[in-house]
């Protein structure tokens, strides 16, 4: 058997040598392909939009999802949410997923006093779009616009809560504490634009 | 050879590539809805006032079996979630006004999608949204017999908030406090969907549409105006 000319992918010479040139490239696309399902950990940078100094204590939250069921009849599960707290330097890392059947993860970054960043949505221009370019990437800086009494805070609490649909005092605690307080502050505006209508 | 395989790789990439957009999402769109709807109704009032959760809808409770803490809001949030889930429970959330409650549901789902579901009367029967939200068969008339993979209706969230209020273990209170919450969570779903169209008649094709996959199944569901008769006249 020509041992050598069957696994001589360069040469091309050969049909069988041309088709396992295919097969190569192949298995490489499938490869690629279950690889772009894994997410391998990465860290950033929080920092203030206008100075450019690094935030302590912004939340980083990251959420991935699996989608099943038939089509029409779909559903989404939580596989994995971590949270964690950016340090002195606005650093931050987050672990990975590895998992081909995972989908593209959900991750928000809050500081209370600056508008929310999110990788499939845009506060500040009204937008939903994903920021493919980065929605995964390592050695990002992340900088967070000062936050203006004219937002809304209902809107924040939505933005913020948008799909985060594992979260619990138990496994995320400084979101769901967050999230409270977020929730009783846009309350608050929803009761103050109320009595305004009745007045 | 070649071309097959360029083809085969081509196909299969466009295939997987398809960015699915869902407009009343389970994950995103149902529990924001439930979010707003529950802070325009103040419902913190009522919890306050009348059951002592002087934290409102944060109050946080904890599931029995389960020992994850939630707030309120989150619980019913999470029920707004859950309605879609396993699979089947969808293909109870559609009613069309224009039929007797008896005969509301859709039945345009694919012949497999039922097979799968299991939902061909009388073996495993499928319930219109009002009846799956309510457990009542017409106007006043409840079913006779309870309704199979369904326990979280209006009719049990009312049980769970029964048992909770007489349950003297402070455990297995909250514990109904969460199902209490849920339960209503998940009724909720059931009337956010009622304000999709393709809900409110019989059109399941919609959500084929969707994902791109209806001419798969059915040719003529970006066409066939019978189904639109209803809301055409």
Redesign the interface.
């Known amino acids: 058997m020509a041992y050598g000319k069957f696994w001589d992918f360069n040469s091309g010479y050969t049909k069988r040598g041309?088709?396992m040139k295919?097969i190569k490239?192949?298995s490489n696309?499938l490869t690629l392909?279950l690889l772009s399902g894994c997410y391998s950990g990465i860290s950033g940078k929080v920092v203030d939009g206008v100075n450019g100094n690094p935030l302590e204590g912004a939340l980083v939250l990251t959420q991935w999802?699996t989608?099943?069921?038939?089509?029409?009849?779909?559903?989404?599960?939580v596989y994995k949410i971590e949270e964690t707290e950016t340090n002195k330097e606005g650093k931050f890392s987050i672990s990975g997923v590895y998992n081909p059947f995972v989908d593209p993860p959900a991750m928000v970054i809050y500081k209370k006093g600056y508008v929310p960043w999110r990788n499939d949505m845009d506060f500040m221009n009204h937008t939903w779009e994903r920021y493919d370019d980065i929605i995964w990437k390592n050695g990002i800086t992340y900088r967070l616009e000062h936050w203006k009494s004219e937002y809304q805070i209902?809107r924040l609490?939505?933005f913020v809560?948008?799909?985060i649909?594992g979260?619990?005092?138990?496994?995320t605690p400084i979101y769901?504490k967050i999230?409270?307080e977020l929730?009783?502050e846009?309350?608050l505006e929803?009761?103050k634009s109320k009595q305004m209508k009745v007045r | 050879m070649k071309i097959l395989i360029m083809l085969l790789v081509v196909t299969f990439l466009s295939l997987i590539t398809i960015e699915i957009c869902n407009s009343f999402d389970d994950s995103k769109t149902h529990p924001d809805l439930t979010r707003i709807a529950i802070k325009n109704a103040h419902i913190s009032d009522y919890l306050i006032n009348q059951l002592g959760f002087l934290e409102g809808t944060e109050k946080q409770l904890t599931t029995y079996w389960f020992p994850t803490s939630k707030t309120i809001l989150t619980w019913l949030m999470q029920g707004s979630t859950d309605e879609d889930s396993p699979t089947c429970r969808a293909s109870n959330h559609f009613h069309d006004p224009l039929k007797a409650w008896t005969e509301s549901y859709v039945t345009d789902s694919p012949a497999i999608i039922q097979a799968w579901c299991r939902d061909v009367p009388p073996v495993w029967p499928q319930y219109p949204n009002i009846t799956w939200a309510t457990g009542y068969e017409t106007r006043g008339v409840k079913l006779t017999t309870p309704m199979d993979r369904q326990d979280m209706n209006w009719d049990n969230a009312h049980g769970y908030f029964y048992s909770a209020l007489t349950e003297t273990d402070h455990y297995k209170r909250d514990d109904y406090f969460v199902k209490t919450f849920r339960a209503l969570g998940q009724v909720m779903h059931l009337l956010e969907d009622m304000a999709v169209p393709a809900h409110v008649r019989n059109d399941f094709q919609s959500h084929l549409a969707l994902l791109s996959l209806s001419l798969a199944f059915d040719p003529t569901a970006q066409i066939n105006v019978s189904r639109y008769q209803g809301e055409l006249s």
């Open positions: 041309s088709q295919f490239t192949l696309v392909l999802t989608t099943s069921g038939l089509p029409g009849l779909t559903h989404h599960s209902l609490d939505s809560g948008h799909g649909i979260s619990s005092f138990n496994i769901s999230m409270s929730s009783r846009s309350q929803v009761d």
